[in-house]
């Protein structure tokens, strides 16, 4: 029953990825591409929380929370290099 839901988990997220990295290469606005980074990037820290509940490994918490840490980060950076003020 578990492996089945983590097959439909994994489903789902290959399909939101898939258009968020559409919308990462295609976006009218740098702001746009931005975002579709940022959601991938909190997308994938979803999954890997999900994944260490399910292997009953904490080792994918705190890659979860690393990547997490790096997707704000980034987006602080470009946030102010689009303002001008970097």
């Known amino acids: 029953m578990m492996k089945n839901v983590m097959i439909v988990g994994a489903i789902c997220y290959a399909v939101l990825a898939i258009v968020l990295f559409y919308r990462l290469i295609v976006g009218p606005k740098a702001a ?42 980034s987006t602080v950076f470009v946030a102010r290099y689009l303002e001008g003020r970097l």
């Open 32 to 73: 746009d591409r931005m975002l579709a980074a940022d959601a991938i990037d909190n997308l994938t820290c979803l999954m890997l929380g999900f994944y260490s509940l399910y292997s009953g490994r904490g080792i994918y918490l705190d890659i979860a929370i690393v990547t997490a840490l790096l997707g704000f980060i």
